[in-house]
């Protein structure tokens, strides 16, 4: 199944290091990239991605702010936290502002895959670092 | 013959951003990776790498103390810190752990290249952000105190400050003696030394002192959402 992506970061060897990940796998596309909250919405619109990828912490506009926004613009969207937070009550505040997924950063290379699968198929992912709550994940 | 160099950050994603970006430069390969400090020291002295790149917030053994271990190994090894913040601070204790290149992360894109390009020619690299004046007054002055900075505390010896690290990031004693192959007697009697130096009575002092000293680096979450105010009727 074909997904396109758009990436948000506002560290381009992290957009980069996403990028090199997600296009490893298969019918898979990055289609964009952007830099902060503001330039999400933009590219949103312009681009019409399947899934977007977006970090929390991020000049101009921080991506909870971008995912509250984007949530009522574009319903079919669906989006991914990929963040530093290692912190469940980040998350629920993500899962809130209408996200489907959430990874942490340190986790991504493990978790990238499998949640951009579950939220391109409307399902929900999230995991936290299992040695700080392991109740949760 | 070709460049080969380790790359040390906590981060696989962005390790795998960094291979990519280094790996596009003709002649220069990545010839390994650690996840942490105490790893990428192990794997300096196993590669022999012509330059070593690590991030200086680091889980275990942080940047700044991979570079003086790693010189304290070698002085040959050329190492680049990158880090999230040029503060005077920061960029200070890099060039006195020995760093031969500075680069932030928010422009590694930009800059790596030419940091690595900078130490192949035995040149030094630092991000263009860095203050030239603070550079210039570290070089001239060596460690002379400047009005901001803060009083200087007791100095720690180099495993005192990986053990403040690891019980800053929440390890009991048991866990940073297993880490370090100590006893556990040995690691408590460590931290005695430590709490007695810094004056210090409870762990909580530790960790603000290792934030402080970027041992250990936090992220702060996004500010609050402001608050809604009432609909115009």
């Not at chain 2, 556990?184 to 210090?200: A, G």
Request: aromatic share 4%.
């Amino acid at each position: 199944m074909t997904i396109r992506i758009l990436v948000v970061d506002d560290h381009p060897i992290v957009r980069q290091g996403l990028k090199t990940l997600l296009e490893g796998h298969s019918g898979w596309q990055v289609i964009g990239e952007a830099s902060d909250g503001a330039e999400a919405l933009e590219k949103a619109g312009e681009l019409n991605p399947d899934v977007m990828v977006l970090d929390v912490t991020m000049p101009r506009m921080n991506g909870l702010e971008a995912c509250r926004l984007l949530r009522r613009q574009y319903p079919d969207l669906e989006i991914l936290f990929v963040t530093q937070h290692d912190s469940p009550q980040m998350m629920r505040e993500a899962l809130e502002a209408g996200a489907r997924g959430y990874v942490v950063k340190s986790n991504a290379a493990r978790d990238l895959l499998a949640a951009v699968e579950a939220v391109s198929q409307h399902r929900v992912f999230t995991a936290l670092n299992e040695r700080t709550y392991p109740h949760v994940s | 013959m070709a460049l080969r160099i380790l790359l040390a950050d906590d981060h696989e994603i962005v390790r795998r951003g960094l291979r990519a970006l280094l790996e596009k430069h003709e002649g220069w390969e990545v010839c390994g990776e650690a996840s942490d400090g105490r790893e990428a020291v192990d794997k300096a002295l196993q590669l022999k790498p012509d330059v070593v790149i690590v991030d200086i917030g680091m889980p275990n053994l942080n940047g700044l103390d991979t570079t003086r271990q790693l010189l304290q190994h070698d002085p040959h090894f050329k190492v680049i810190v990158l880090t999230i913040t040029d503060s005077d601070q920061v960029i200070r204790e890099a060039l006195d752990a020995g760093a031969r290149g500075f680069v932030l992360k928010s422009d590694a894109a930009r800059d790596l290249v030419s940091a690595v390009e900078a130490l192949q020619n035995k040149r030094m690299f630092f991000t263009p952000r860095v203050n030239d004046l603070v550079l210039a007054g570290f070089l001239e002055k060596g460690q002379k105190v400047s009005r901001n900075e803060a009083p200087k505390l007791p100095t720690l010896t180099a495993r005192e400050r990986e053990i403040t690290q690891l019980l800053a990031e929440g390890n009991s004693s048991k866990e940073v003696a297993s880490l370090l192959n100590l006893s556990t007697k040995t690691v408590e009697t460590h931290r005695s030394n430590i709490m007695r130096k810094l004056s210090f009575h409870s762990i909580r002092d530790l960790v603000v002192y290792a934030i402080k000293n970027n041992l250990i680096q936090i992220e702060l979450p996004p500010p609050p959402k402001s608050p809604t105010g009432p609909t115009a009727a």
